[in-house]
């Protein structure tokens, strides 16, 4: 017969509620070793001075500092204005409306995951930004979607004189 081995490890089940969401019994006990009793005042002790405040740790060198990038090479700093403009542009060449040295296309379905991605965006920082931002965001937003609704009326209507059996004016 095979000796019975010693489990490796124990597992120890730490939740304080059963499945039926009530309080185990012995979830009230707590673990003695992380109670700490704190010590007594001494009555007539002197306080004891302020500690120097530590200095804090250097920061971190990562290799790459953005300020300085930007002067060498000319950039400038990156604001929330840049990263909707980026967005809408992105938005408009699949509207078809920006030239992209090829035959232009429309992609609606890229053009509405756009929409909504800025709509989320804007959804996600409502509050956080100033109001020159938040104007601009909502009226971009606004115009992508009358613009969005153009061309699907657009392909709707070029869509019902093409198609056979359409009445002919």
Do not use: C, S, W
């Amino acid at each position: 017969m095979e000796k019975e081995k010693k489990p490796e490890f124990v597992v120890t089940d730490r939740r304080k509620f059963t499945d039926d969401g009530e309080l185990r019994p012995d979830a009230l006990a707590e673990p003695k070793a992380e109670a700490k009793p704190e010590p007594a005042p001494v009555a007539d002790a002197p306080k004891p001075e302020a500690a120097p405040k530590p200095k804090a740790a250097p920061a971190q060198e990562t290799g790459y500092n953005g300020d300085k990038e930007r002067g060498e090479f000319g950039g400038q700093k990156m604001e929330f204005v840049h990263l909707l403009d980026m967005l809408v542009q992105t938005a408009m060449m699949d509207a078809g409306a920006m030239d992209t040295g090829t035959e232009r296309r429309v992609d609606i379905v890229g053009m509405r995951q756009m929409i909504d991605l800025i709509g989320v965006l804007e959804l996600k920082t409502k509050g956080n930004l100033t109001e020159e931002e938040q104007t601009m965001l909502t009226n971009t937003v606004f115009q992508l979607r009358m613009t969005y609704m153009e061309i699907v009326n657009m392909i709707d209507k070029q869509a019902m004189k093409q198609a056979p059996g359409a009445p002919r004016k």
